[in-house]
């Protein structure tokens, strides 16, 4: 009897931990990565640590259809399961250039929070926004894209004091010049160069990963 029900109770924790292993997809809790790494690509004061499949995540995200069902982890141990499409953020002539480069958003099914999502060959990179604040998804280092930190923006560290950058005045490098102009201003005639031909410019912005999530 005893060993009819050892093995009864084995069948279902074996049962739990395969329905787990399941629902949270290509990602395992992993907290030895906070202990084994020293200094983190983004240092947090708390923050949930996982290891990503990537190569497998990837794949099925290439393979699978233009709508997607993925699991991505929260801070607080728990998995959400979004429904995700692909987003062009790149000219056609970038995004053939640039093909390892993806980019996609979605929202969560259960609550509808919405997921911004991109993977490079820098890894997953991810920000959700929970209605316990903004969740950000990232790789503890920059050389290891199968380790990874799930953190609230609340949670990251300021190691840095803010610097206020006030300019009394202007930089002139040359003064004459910049008294003239002063009085083009001032007397309004100032040249219209522009004309009424419409122009379309291509810019692009860089900037690092900690000034955009402020």
Request: zero cysteines; aromatic letters at 12%; hydrophobic letters at 35%.
């Amino acid at each position: 009897m005893k060993k009819a029900l050892s093995i009864v109770i084995l069948f279902f924790l074996s049962v739990s931990q395969s329905l787990y292993a399941q629902n949270t997809g290509y990602w395992a809790i992993d907290n030895q990565i906070n202990q084994s790494v020293q200094t983190k690509s983004i240092p947090t004061i708390k923050a949930q640590f996982y290891q990503l499949r990537i190569k497998d995540f990837t794949k099925n995200l290439q393979s699978s259809a233009k709508e997607n069902r993925i699991i991505i982890p929260y801070p607080d141990n728990s998995f959400g399961e979004f429904l995700i499409n692909e987003v062009t953020v790149m000219a056609p002539e970038l995004a053939t250039k640039y093909s390892q480069i993806k980019t996609y958003s979605g929202k969560n099914i259960q609550t509808g929070e919405i997921i911004r999502l991109d993977i490079t060959p820098k890894g997953f990179h991810g920000m959700i926004f929970s209605k316990k604040g903004q969740v950000y998804i990232d790789p503890v280092t920059k050389n290891n894209t199968e380790q990874y930190q799930v953190y609230y923006r609340k949670d990251l560290a300021h190691t840095e004091k803010a610097h206020q950058f006030n300019e009394g005045e202007p930089i002139i490098f040359d003064q004459q010049r910049y008294d003239a102009a002063q009085q083009l201003m001032q007397t309004g005639n100032v040249e219209r160069p522009s004309g009424t031909q419409l122009r379309t410019y291509r810019i692009a912005i860089a900037a690092t990963g900690e000034y955009t999530q402020f």
